[in-house]
């Protein structure tokens, strides 16, 4: 029996586009829109990967709107595997909520997976809720 969280079940992703209003994007485009993934784009790092922050222009590809972007890369020898991943893709990209970021789009190439969100420039909640005040 084989194992569903594995790239080799990828034909799930390929209809993420047509039922949720996000990009496909190539690795490519998002090394593009990362300037190859600098460490000084670095916003974050967690268990599921780091995340990074870039720009979309039309450079990456035409009739794009530019736009800051979060781009999560997920660690592959992290706790979240091809399944959940997907399960993230799919769910995310139906929601519209305007206290949630939204998802953009996602990149399922060989065994790269990650996911385009929009970039809050306030920081996260979790800066917000946890960051040090001084007294």
Excluded at 18 to 34: G, K, Q, R, W
Excluded at 94 to 103: E, M
Aim: hydrophobic share 35%; net charge negative; charged share 25%.
């Amino acid at each position: 029996m084989s194992d569903p969280s594995t790239p080799r079940h990828i034909e799930d992703s390929r209809n993420i586009a047509i039922y949720n209003d996000v990009i496909a994007f190539t690795l490519f485009e998002l090394e593009t829109i990362t300037k190859s993934f600098r460490p000084d784009y670095v916003l974050g790092e967690g268990g599921f990967g780091t995340v990074y922050k870039g720009y979309i222009d039309e450079n990456v590809r035409v009739g794009l709107k530019s736009l800051p972007v979060a781009v999560k890369v997920l660690n592959k020898d992290g706790h979240q595997g091809h399944r959940e991943w997907l399960t993230e893709v799919n769910f995310l990209g139906q929601l519209r909520h305007p206290n949630l970021v939204k998802l953009i789009g996602y990149c399922c190439e060989d065994d790269h997976r990650l996911l385009v969100y929009e970039f809050m420039f306030r920081g996260s909640l979790e800066n917000h809720l946890f960051r040090s005040t001084l007294l």
